[in-house]
Structure formats: structure tokens, C-alpha cells
């Protein structure tokens, strides 16, 4: 079983600046690709930023410039830094990572139970 747990959430004011973390526990033999999403009320689910095992990141357009997307495969934990935060960003953040579990395995796609971001003055 692989758990992914998200911190760092909660109301920020229009212009501020808020850091996501989502650790990963569990069986793990390696984990690639590591994603943030986010989900706004009644909106679909969007991906924010993904990054590689390698530290190759990738953006929505929306967010190019004001978040950092970041990893430490030490500590199988992701990050997302975000800046110049706006009531747009406003929504539900999920992480989620590709896991193989053991040497031998597939990988498989697991997420986390989301955190809230409110930019709100």
C-alpha cells in the first residue's frame, strides 16, 4: 500500500505565497513522475505542474512563472512552491505520484486526499 499525505494548505491573501508538501510512505521501490492537480468548485480536475524522477519540470500556462514544482526522491516527498497567488488559484490541490512498488512490479497511479488553497483578502 502507498499513502500519499499533503500539508501545507489554508487562506493566503490576493499577492501571497503558499508551499505545498505531499510525502510518500508506504511500499516503494521507486517513484516517477510526481504531479500536482487541482480541482475548483465545479470545475474538472486540472494538472498544475509535473516533474520527472530526473527533476524535469512541466506547467499549466496558468501557472508558468509563479509556481515551482520540486522533489526530494531522498525523502519521496514533492513540492509546490506558489507565488503571486491570485482568487483564481483558489481550488482543492492534489498530489500524485507513479509508484512501482517492488522491482518486478508495474507502476500504478496514486493520489492524495487533497488540500485547500483560499486566496481570499
Known amino acids: 500500500q502507498v499513502q500519499l499525505v499533503e500539508s501545507g494548505g489554508g487562506l493566503v491573501q490576493p499577492g501571497g505565497s503558499l508551499t505545498l508538501s505531499c510525502a510518500a510512505s508506504g511500499t516503494i521501490f521507486s517513484i516517477y513522475t510526481m504531479a500536482w492537480y487541482r480541482q475548483a468548485p465545479g470545475q474538472r480536475r486540472q494538472m498544475v505542474a509535473t516533474i520527472t524522477r530526473g527533476g524535469s519540470p512541466n506547467y499549466a500556462d496558468s501557472v508558468k512563472g509563479r509556481f515551482t514544482i520540486s522533489r526530494d526522491n531522498n525523502k519521496n516527498t514533492v513540492y509546490l512552491q506558489m507565488n503571486s497567488l491570485n482568487s483564481e488559484d483558489t481550488a482543492v490541490y492534489y498530489c500524485?505520484?507513479?509508484?512501482?512498488?517492488?522491482?518486478?512490479?508495474?507502476?500504478?497511479?496514486?493520489w492524495g486526499q487533497g488540500t485547500q488553497v483560499t486566496v481570499s483578502s
Open positions: 500524485s505520484a507513479n509508484v512501482q512498488r517492488t522491482p518486478v512490479w508495474s507502476t500504478e497511479d496514486y
